[in-house]
């Protein structure tokens, strides 16, 4: 089960009303959704799904905003903030550093399409030029194991197993790869092939994860066969309108279009309203098909509460069966064994799916939850200072990089500390930190 969020918008009200409307909004979401989660059968939540747009302005104030709400939202609905995971919208772009040559590269993609693009992409400068707009963005988002992948490929993913054999993978999309000032109108952005393509394992189906919906890609006809083809379900933000759509590819496959609402839109009237998500997926035994619940939640301005939104199911039952080949591909899972009067609500096993250098846990007999929240604290709740302060008390910065560090170089450090089980004496010193910083912010 999952909380399902889009287009929060943290920065979004400068001062006055609004603002104030906006985070009694926002702590009525976290009400509502701990007594949605409590009440439904597993009584907590495996994880938070965030499609794009966490700030306004792509500033660092901002996200350190956003930490702090998503902190109290996991914590509520009984999952660790380290099973937070997030795909970047056109509001998560610093626009501030769109001048220059990120400019004029931007343009040229937007004149001469995906070839563009790709040569871009094969080099590493231009690479950092493109992605530097993403700075604090990459920074949080990092910092909850979501990184972008700056080769203009999907990124590190996350796996589910719903039962033995049967599980689903999250699939994240980077929509805003070439968003600009003034030119992101329908069908002008681009996934590119890299993003494009995506494979399914046996026993496996995709859920993907990205901002814009498939109408604003100038390459939307090739991604959206690539889609019905391969993925289950498809969620997306950024239209601030909830809706839902089952769509049937061919016989026994089917493809789920979820359009999220906005958790926090820009303007509230008729039209536009605060609203969320629930998720249950589950195997459905008798189908041998994937099962999704949905729980939609709108802002009743009447009561200036929650409620369910029936509005969007539009008569449609809560629970869609959707046809799944790839599960269809792997041996069957043995027969479930119900015991009258017993309820199961073992939560699902959630992996990140890392690569053989990230895995810490594959290495040493590391705690993975214990890893990831640490992992989370460190990068997203230490300036840089501290960080490198820690690593080199840890006797794990080399001579030669210590003037030249960046986050894939802290990112390994990290990681060979962790690795050498010295992971207690990490904890130690994070904690150390990050007490003396609430208590200078205590005293200022």
């Known amino acids: 089960?999952?909380?399902?969020?889009?287009?929060?918008?943290?920065?979004?009200?400068?001062?006055?009303?609004?603002?104030?409307?906006?985070?009694?909004?926002?702590?009525?979401?976290?009400?509502?959704?701990?007594a949605v989660v409590s009440g439904l059968p597993s009584g907590r939540a495996s994880g938070i799904i965030v499609t794009g747009d966490i700030a306004f302005a792509g500033k660092r104030h901002e996200y350190e905003a956003a930490g702090k709400w998503l902190d109290e939202l996991a914590l509520r609905v009984g999952c660790s903030a380290a099973d937070i995971q997030m795909v970047p919208g056109n509001h998560d772009i610093d626009r501030d550093k769109i001048k220059g040559l990120t400019a004029m590269m931007l343009d040229a993609i937007y004149d001469e399409g995906e070839a563009r693009l790709d040569s871009f992409l094969e080099d590493e400068t231009s690479r950092d030029v493109l992605y530097h707009r993403f700075t604090e963005y990459r920074r949080f988002a990092d910092?909850?194991?979501?990184?972008?992948?700056?080769?203009?490929?999907?990124?590190?993913?996350?796996?589910v197993d719903l039962v033995e054999g049967r599980a689903i993978r999250f699939v994240r999309l980077n929509s805003a790869l070439i968003c600009t000032q003034g030119r992101n109108e329908h069908g002008s952005l681009l996934l590119g092939a890299r993003q494009r393509v995506m494979t399914p394992a046996d026993g496996e189906e995709l859920v993907v994860l990205t901002h814009?919906?498939?109408?604003?890609?100038?390459?939307?006809?090739?991604?959206?066969?690539?889609?019905?083809?391969?993925?289950?379900?498809?969620?997306?933000?950024?239209?601030?309108?909830?809706?839902?759509d089952v769509q049937n590819v061919e016989g026994g496959c089917d493809l789920m279009m979820l359009a999220a609402g906005a958790t926090t839109p820009d303007k509230i009237d008729g039209a536009y309203t605060y609203a969320y998500n629930i998720i249950e997926f589950d195997w459905d035994e008798a189908e041998d098909a994937l099962s999704v619940t949905l729980h939609p939640r709108a802002w009743c301005d009447e009561m200036k509460r929650f409620e369910a939104d029936d509005v969007r199911l539009n008569g449609r039952d809560r629970r869609t069966v959707l046809g799944a080949p790839s599960f269809r591909k792997a041996p069957r899972p043995p027969?479930?064994?119900?015991?009258?009067?017993?309820?199961?609500?073992?939560?699902?096993?959630?992996?990140?799916?890392?690569?053989?250098?990230?895995?810490?846990?594959?290495?040493?007999?590391?705690?993975?939850?214990?890893?990831?929240?640490?992992?989370?604290?460190?990068?997203?709740?230490?300036?840089?200072?501290?960080?490198?302060?820690?690593?080199?008390?840890?006797?794990?910065?080399?001579?030669?990089?210590?003037?030249?560090?960046?986050?894939?170089?802290?990112?390994?450090?990290?990681?060979?500390?962790?690795?050498?089980?010295?992971?207690?004496?990490?904890r130690e010193k994070v904690e150390t930190a990050l007490a003396r910083r609430e208590q200078q912010s205590r005293e200022e």
């Not at 969020?5 to 009694?24: A, P, T, Y």
């Not at 604003?216 to 601030?240: C, K, M, N, P, Q």
């Not at 096993?349 to 590391?366: F, G, K, M, P």
């Open 335 to 426: 027969k479930l064994e119900v015991i009258e009067g017993v309820t199961d609500t073992e939560q699902p096993h959630v992996e990140i799916i890392l690569s053989q250098e990230q895995d810490v846990t594959a290495h040493e007999q590391v705690d993975e939850s214990e890893y990831q929240n640490l992992y989370l604290r460190f990068f997203r709740d230490l300036p840089e200072g501290d960080r490198l302060r820690i690593l080199v008390e840890l006797d794990a910065v080399p001579g030669e990089i210590a003037g030249g560090f960046n986050h894939e170089t802290e990112g390994r450090l990290f990681r060979t500390v962790a690795r050498g089980n010295r992971i207690d004496e990490l």
């Open 212 to 244: 814009h919906p498939l109408n604003w890609y100038a390459d939307s006809a090739d991604a959206t066969r690539f889609l019905r083809g391969r993925a289950r379900v498809f969620i997306s933000g950024h239209e601030h309108l909830a809706a839902v």
């Open 1 to 34: 089960m999952f909380v399902h969020l889009s287009d929060i918008h943290f920065g979004q009200e400068k001062m006055g009303g609004q603002r104030v409307v906006n985070e009694d909004a926002r702590k009525q979401l976290i009400k509502d959704a701990a």
């Open 143 to 159: 910092a909850y194991q979501c990184p972008l992948d700056c080769a203009g490929q999907s990124s590190a993913e996350r796996r």
